[in-house]
C-alpha cells in the first residue's frame, strides 16, 4: 500500500518535538570536551594549569594527619578536637595514627606522606617528636607539635604553648610556618654496622646517654623529669672518663678524656637549666659542649656552669661581666660548626632527644638547615631561639 508523503512528514514532525520535549539523563548527552578531557569539575590557576576543585562531593581537599602516642595523651579527645578543626576550616576529614612499641611513629608518618597529606600533626613525647620530624626533614609539609609528655623540649626551646593543645592544633589549619635546623647522626655500631637518625634537640656518647639508661621509666611516669635526677645520681657514682678524638668542621682535630660529649641543636634542658644558652636552632650550625670534669670538683664546676652561669648570670648584664672576669675553667668546653666527627676506643651508650640508641663506637653528625617545616601559632615569634 502506498504511504502518503504528507502523513510522514508529519509524523517526522511530532517525533522531532517529542524528541525536544523529553527529559534527557546524563548519560543521554555526550560529554562536550576536548581529546584527553574528562569533563570533570575543575580549577585552573593563573597559569592556566588545571587542578582539582574541592568541594564536599569527594573530590580533592586538603587533608591532615595526626600521629599520636597513645599512652601520652587521650587519643579519642585529642582526635575530636583535631576533626572538628578540620571541618572548621574545610579541610578533610583526618587521617589518624598510632605510634607502637615497634613503630615510634617514622613509618606512620611515611604512610601518611604518601597519602598526600598536606600537613601533619604529632602528639607524644620527645621521642615521638623526634621519630616524626626524621620522616618529615626534607619535605616541604608543616609539622604541628602538640605538647605532651614529660619533656616538650623542642616546643620548651620555641617558646611554644605547653598547655594550650587547641592553640597549637589551630595553627596547623590558619598559623604561620617556620624552618628549623634539623641533626643527623650516623651510628657506627661495635660490629662495623651503621646506621643514621635524626634528633631536633639534642644527643650525646656517654654520661648523658647513661643516666638516660638508668633512669626508671616507672619513676619518669610518676614524676616526670625528675626521675632523671635518680638516673644522674646512679650514673655518676660509676662514671670513668673515657678518651675520644673528636673533630669540628673547619677546627681542628682533639684528643680528649671525657664524660660525655653532646651535640646540641637548641641549648634548654628541663627546670631552666641552660646547656649552651648561645644554641640556635635556626642557624644552620650545632653546639658541641665536651663534658671533662677530673674530680668532684670538676662535677661541681659543671653544675655551677649549668645552674648558676648559663641559666643565672648570662641574662643579666652585671652577670655577664662577672663571667668575663672569671678564670676560665676546663670543665665544660664549647664549640660550633655544621657537625662533628667523634670516634672512642670503645662503645659507649648514645642518646638522641632523650632516647636510648645503644651503643656506638663513632658518631658522624652533621646539620640540615632548615631541614624541618614547623606550624606555629599566627603571630608567635621564635626570634632568639
Known sequence: MATD??????????????????????????????????????????????????????????????????????????????????????????????????????????QALSE??????????????????????????????????????????????????AAMIAATFDGDTVAIDVGLASLRRPTGETDEHAFVVMGGMGLDA???????????????????????????AQAKPFPVVYQVPKHRMHRADVQSVLFANCGS????????????????????AILQPRSALGWLLVWRRLAWDNSVLRKFRAGRRILSLR???????????????????????VQLDGDEFGEATRIAVRVVAGGLTLAIPRGHSISGV
Open 210 to 236: 647513661a643516666m638516660i639508661a638508668n633512669t626508671s621509666s616507672d619513676l619518669k611516669k610518676k614524676v616526670g623529669w625528675v626521675a632523671y635526677v635518680d638516673g644522674a645520681a646512679r650514673s655518676i
Open 5 to 110: 508523503p504528507r502523513t510522514t512528514h508529519d509524523s517526522d514532525d511530532a517525533q522531532d518535538q517529542a524528541s525536544e520535549d523529553a527529559i534527557r539523563q546524563p548519560e543521554d548527552v555526550a560529554p562536550d570536551t576536548a581529546d584527553a578531557e574528562s569533563g570533570e569539575a575543575r580549577r585552573v590557576d593563573e597559569s592556566g594549569s588545571t587542578e582539582p576543585m574541592p568541594d564536599v562531593e569527594g573530590r580533592p581537599s586538603p587533608k591532615s594527619a595526626l600521629i599520636y602516642n597513645p599512652t601520652k595523651v587521650d587519643g579519642d579527645a585529642l582526635r575530636e578536637q583535631v576533626a572538628a578543626a578540620a571541618k572548621d576550616a574545610g579541610w578533610s576529614e583526618p587521617l589518624f595514627y598510632e605510634t607502637t612499641v615497634d613503630d615510634l611513629g617514622d613509618d606512620v608518618t611515611r
Open 269 to 288: 634542658l628541663q627546670a631552666g637549666l641552660e646547656l649552651i644558652p648561645e644554641a640556635s636552632i635556626t642557624d644552620g650550625e650545632l653546639d658541641v
Open 116 to 165: 598526600g597529606v598536606d600537613a601533619v600533626l604529632v602528639a607524644g613525647g620527645d621521642g615521638t617528636v623526634r621519630a616524626v620530624s626524621e620522616a618529615m626533614t626534607g619535605k616541604d609539609v608543616p609539622l604541628t607539635i602538640v605538647p605532651s609528655g614529660t619533656g616538650n623540649l623542642l616546643a620548651r626551646n620555641l617558646r611554644l604553648p605547653l598547655d594550650d593543645p
Open 327 to 349: 678564670t676560665a675553667d676546663n670543665s665544660v668546653r664549647y664549640s660550633r660548626g655544621a657537625g662533628i666527627d667523634l670516634a672512642a676506643q670503645e662503645a659507649h651508650p
